[in-house]
T-cell receptor
Framework: GQNIDQPTEMTATEGAIVQINCTYQ??????LFWYQQHAGEAPTFLSY????GLEEKGRFSSFLSRSKGYSYLLLKELQMKDSASYLC????????FGQGTTLQVKP | DTGVSQNPRHKITKRGQNVTFRCDPI?????LYWYRQTLGQGPEFLTY????????KSRLLSDRFSAERPKGSFSTLEIQRTEQGDSAMYLC?????????????FGSGTRLTVV
């Protein structure tokens, strides 16, 4: 089956670090994506993990553990513009999304 | 290339009317996906095409919904006899097979309001 879980909401302070977790139980797993979505806009691609370990892209990093069915997105040096919804999605030939985590960055 | 284009951006229709949305994917992408998203939720998969072939349809896609991609380029999503529960953002995405690392590119969506 396909069941992707992530927290509904998180709050963090500007300049801080935040970690958004995602767990999944899927068959036919072929990689895990993270997308960012600002209100009223399209999701935009952040990262893709297909092998275990950490992928770093500037202020954003994503981690995958296939044996644990677990991923996280790490955002460093938070900025106000990082306030958005963060979507975890597994790739089984199509993207299956979690409900998204709404992150609010406060001054 | 200007990315994935969706038209119209907004559509307000009366219950019972038919509506049709269009998606123009990135030209070199052979796969095209339709999703539906309601407030506070992640996008829900509806259907996808590889070239002109419709490879999978979600159980969410009732018989009032139909999608086509006749020439393997643009796609249309039609909803017949719309209901208030159809009100949502309809997103289109495209990608190329064998290039998962580049991600799926989403359009800006068509927001449907059924009154």
């Amino acid at each position: 089956g396909q069941n992707i879980d992530q927290p509904t909401e998180m709050t963090a302070t500007e300049g801080a670090i935040v970690q958004i977790n995602c767990t999944y139980q899927t068959s036919g797993f072929n990689g895990l994506f993270w997308y960012q979505q600002h209100a009223g806009e399209a999701p935009t691609f952040l990262s893709y993990n297909v092998l275990d370990g950490l992928e770093e892209k500037g202020r954003f990093s994503s981690f995958l553990s296939r044996s644990k069915g677990y991923s996280y997105l790490l955002l460093k040096e938070l900025q106000m513009k990082d306030s958005a919804s963060y979507l975890c999605a597994d790739n089984t030939g199509k993207l299956i999304f979690g409900q998204g985590t709404t992150l609010q960055v406060k001054p | 290339d200007t990315g994935v284009s969706q038209n119209p951006r907004h559509k307000i229709t009366k219950r019972g009317q038919n509506v049709t949305f269009r998606c123009d994917p990135i030209s070199e992408h052979n796969r095209l996906y339709w999703y539906r998203q309601t407030l506070g939720q992640g996008p829900e998969f509806l259907t996808y095409f590889q070239n002109e072939a419709q490879l999978e349809k979600s159980r969410l896609l009732s018989d009032r919904f139909s999608a086509e991609r006749p020439k393997g380029s643009f796609s249309t999503l039609e909803i017949q006899r719309t209901e208030q529960g159809d009100s949502a953002m309809y997103l289109c995405a495209s990608t190329s097979t064998g290039n998962s690392e580049i991600g799926y590119t989403f359009g800006s969506g068509t927001r449907l309001t059924v009154v």
